[in-house]
């Protein structure tokens, strides 16, 4: 059954249409990650699952309910990590989660959620007190309160240092492990590829992707990075490379050259490098990175190598 089920959705705030058209079904028990870059519509699509704001068009159903009219039934049993969430500065974190729990009309240990969220020791404190991502934590445990059947979080793991990113990812686990729907937006793309099932791309308000990782990465044809290590490549060798059939882009250094290519491309470029006289010394590849796929997709680019990317 469907968790989330968005049907010709439609947004538009004046001249902007900040979502359009939109189907999207999100299966129970998912983990989906919904990608996009700034101002792609991902906030504007979570907001009227919760009916904080209305579409201009179609229809949005959430839990099997109507997002509009039985939003309050649909709020009862969501838990929601908003973007940028402000604390109540005077009151103490564990105060924020009794205020959950009431809100929610549940009974529960707020300090057996803090430890959940690794901010126990901080219960007593004032939240405005707390650092950016202790307050992350904070809101992420609020939104745990009363296991929700449906878990949105937006951009989760901002403010995050590495240790409470990989926390998070655990908690987002476990709640799926228990049969929870976790929907989740971000442009951290090592985020999604480390815990969703499925992701979907939104690109100016359209959804332009939606596979599991593994589904996206074939789509964009299986392109691996070669990096290979040479004694000195100039511009005309790196040419030649780029001219073979199977090779999207490629690049050089000097000392190395970076190929997007098929993986059966592989042994024509370092014949070609050996052909234009350059002395190849090692080689590596890797699989196309989510960071590719992403760019594809989500800025319409080819898919370009991690170093262009970085660059
Ligand atoms: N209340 C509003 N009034 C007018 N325009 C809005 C409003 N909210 C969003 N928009 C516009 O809609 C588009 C989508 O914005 P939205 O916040 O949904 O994007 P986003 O994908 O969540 O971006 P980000 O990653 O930056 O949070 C943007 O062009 C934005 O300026």
Do not use: W
């Not at 079904?25 to 519509?41: C, D, H, I, R």
């Not at 699952?49 to 309050?72: H, I, M, N, W």
């Not at 005309?236 to 190395?256: F, H, K, N, Q, Y």
């Amino acid at each position: 059954m469907p968790a989330i089920e968005l049907r010709g959705v439609t947004k538009r705030y004046g001249d902007v249409t900040a979502v359009r058209d939109l189907d999207l079904t999100v299966e129970e028990g998912t983990v989906f990650g919904f990608l996009g870059p700034n101002g792609a519509g991902k906030s504007t699509t979570i907001n009227m699952l919760l009916d904080f704001v209305r579409p201009t068009d179609g229809s949005v159903r959430v839990l099997s309910r109507d997002a509009q009219a039985e939003s309050v039934a649909v709020r009862r049993r969501t838990g929601v990590l908003p973007e940028g969430y402000d604390v109540y500065d005077r009151l103490t974190g564990r105060k924020h989660v009794e205020f959950a729990m009431r809100s929610k009309g549940v009974e529960g240990d707020p300090d057996a959620m803090l430890e959940r969220v690794g901010i126990a020791d901080a219960a007593g404190r004032k939240a405005g007190g707390y650092s950016k991502g202790m307050q992350q934590r904070l809101a992420l445990g609020m939104a745990l309160v009363g296991d929700p059947d449906l878990l949105v979080l937006d951009e989760p793991s901002s403010g995050l240092d590495p240790a409470g990113a990989k926390e998070m990812r655990d908690i987002v686990r476990e709640e799926a492990g228990r049969g929870a729907t976790v929907f989740f937006s971000s442009h951290v793309l090592g985020q999604v590829e480390a815990v969703c099932d499925r992701v979907g791309i939104l690109r100016e308000g359209e959804l332009v992707a939606e596979d599991s990782i593994a589904g996206l990465r074939d789509a964009v044809g299986g392109e691996e990075q070669l990096v290979v290590t040479v004694d000195a490549a100039s511009e005309d060798d790196v040419e030649a490379v780029r001219a073979l059939p199977g090779v999207s882009s490629a690049s050089t250094d000097g000392g190395t050259v970076t190929v997007t290519c098929d993986s059966d491309a592989k042994t024509r470029v370092i014949g070609a490098l050996e052909e234009e006289g350059v002395t190849v010394k090692d080689f590596s590849t890797e699989e196309a990175s989510l960071e590719d796929l992403f760019l594809h997709y989500a800025e319409g680019e080819d898919v370009a190598t991690t170093e262009e990317v970085r660059a």
